[in-house]
């Protein structure tokens, strides 16, 4: 009976060894102020409008295939958070009312979390990853899925850009209006994003 139980618990070890090997995993930061990209563009009455971002954070976890640094596996882990008034369209009327819709004195913060995700190899370094994951907004969240593509560089970086189209009623935003009435924006605005992520060297 020990002797089964000792070859059991073996047998554990030897498994989640094999798995450590096969997939090793690394932490991943933004990589400076240059490594975002993101916008949230939208109609209104009048014209198209765009806020882009200028900051925000965000962290990832990668899985590569054992003995490879280049050959992703798997995305364990990504999260990112965005203050809402680091979105700005350069138009002050229009950033005002957006922060304002967007309930920015009680939900500083547009905030998404992964909750699963494919990895789908493409050519080369390549790579489409089809995500699920939580999108706060407003102090809303939705589960979202999003498709996303990643290049990952000879230099240790991993590049994700992706577009999502959100409906901001659903995050109980009511779409704002500006110039007492006359201008009305569209509910429906897209989210594109392209983030940069580089390896911590102690992960």
Do not use: H, R
């Given at each position: 009976m020990k002797n089964n139980i000792k070859q059991i618990l073996v047998l554990i070890i030897l498994t989640i060894g094999l798995n450590s090997l096969l997939h090793a995993q690394s932490a991943y930061v933004l990589n400076g102020s240059k490594a975002i990209d993101m916008k949230l563009s939208g109609t209104s009455t009048l014209h198209d409008w765009t806020m882009n971002a200028n900051s925000f954070t965000g962290e990832a976890r990668f899985g590569f295939k054992s003995g490879s640094e280049n050959e992703l596996t798997s995305l364990k882990s990504l999260t990112f958070v965005l203050a809402v008034v680091n979105l700005s369209s350069g138009e002050h009327g229009l950033d005002k009312n957006a922060y304002k819709a967007l309930k920015t004195d009680d939900f500083k913060d547009i905030v998404y979390k992964l909750v699963s995700a494919t990895v789908i190899p493409e050519k080369g370094n390549k790579y489409l990853l089809r995500t699920h994951g939580n999108l706060t907004i407003a102090g809303v969240t939705k589960e979202i899925t999003m498709e996303?593509?990643?290049?990952?560089?000879?230099?240790?970086?991993?590049?994700?850009?992706?577009?999502?189209?959100?409906?901001?009623?659903?995050?109980?935003?009511?779409?704002?209006?500006?110039?007492?009435?006359?201008?009305?924006?569209?509910?429906?605005?897209?989210?594109?994003?392209?983030?940069v992520y580089k390896r911590l060297l102690n992960s």
């Open positions: 996303v593509y990643c290049v990952v560089s000879s230099e240790g970086t991993i590049t994700c850009t992706g577009s999502e189209k959100l409906n901001m009623t659903d995050y109980q935003v009511k779409p704002p209006t500006f110039m007492l009435g006359a201008m009305k924006t569209g509910a429906d605005v897209t989210l594109d994003f392209t983030m």
